[in-house]
């Protein structure tokens, strides 16, 4: 008998994506598993339930678990959700493995074998399941949009009978995927665009997308292909270089972020007040704590006619193309796992050991474990 992959509606409030999109149906029928979807979970991202042709629809989240050997999400279960999954059965979504301890505590309790997608390994070999990365070029896209409906002047440059319209300086900092699709967004829309990363091997890839790479002369390549954290003395630098830059800018997108920890204060108070009336501030990173002094996660802050836009959850903005990337994400990983219609986990397999958060009533990401050892001492 075939075992049960089961999607939930999302239970966070604003989140419109779903982990399982009708596109991908037929690629489901290669894995010979049963697929059954919580009624009304793909409609905010525009699919009726009639769209999902062959899958079985439950009425309930409770019904829906009851049958679920597999469950895919889009956003961490609630604690009552974690402790409703049916014991020994595998879950996988966006777990916030730094984060949320009691639900953690509660996968433990219920023996899940819980894959996180935040620590999908960045190796070649993982790419197409890479989540953080199809996301972030959701928001870094979405991001420039909303830079230029935030903002009181065009992007392009325009020649008109009426005269010549100078065009926007857009500054772009951290050149990770959002960054990156943010350059390019930008240039498409016409503006002159500056980037920084602390990552100088990024500098190619801003220059091979139109944008001018700012030099400060710091460095910081870090594990894994994030950047590592600065010193005090490189923070110093840093800021008083990008400080030039961002005072000159129209609208400036901030996208760094530190897996796990605060996001690094890039733009301080003092260099907002620099910045010309009606410039822009786009902080993707406002979630985590902002790179900018001034931003608060889910608001506009009007700082001296600067507006410092901190949005919440931007690839559910785009949730029907967010979801038809994500949903592949999650399948390239089941793939990995379910061998003829049976989950058959191989923990040799870096993908699976290292995107492994808990399993048979352990914690098997090592900073997580760490943390609630910690805790209980």
Known sequence: MPITVAVPKESLQGERRVALVPSLLKQYEKLDVQLVLESGAGVESGFEDADYEGVQIAKSTDQLFKKADVVLKVRPPTVEEASKLPEGSVLMGFLTPH??????????????????????????RAQGID?????ASISGYKAVLLAANLSPRLFPMLTTAAGTIKPSRVVVIGAGVAGLQAIATAKRLGAIVEAYDVRSATKEQVQSLGGKFIDTGVKAEGEGGYARELTEDEKKKQAEVL????????????TAAIPGREAPKIIDKATVERMKRG????????????????????KDVDHNGVIIHGPKNVPSALCQHASEMYARNLYNLLTLIVKDGKVTLDWEDQVQADSCLTHDGE???GPTRERLEGDNK
């Open 279 to 298: 410039a822009v501030i786009v902080d993707l990173a406002a979630e985590t704590g902002g790179n900018c002094e001034l931003t608060k996660a889910g």
């Open 99 to 124: 984060e949320g301890d009691t639900r953690i505590k509660a996968l433990v309790k219920n023996r899940i074998t819980a894959f996180s997608m935040e620590l999908v390994p960045r190796i070649s």
């Open 243 to 254: 400080a030039n830059h961002i005072a000159k800018a129209d609208a400036v997108i901030t």
């Open 363 to 365: 914690i098997k990401h």
């Open 131 to 135: 989540a953080l990365s199809s996301q």
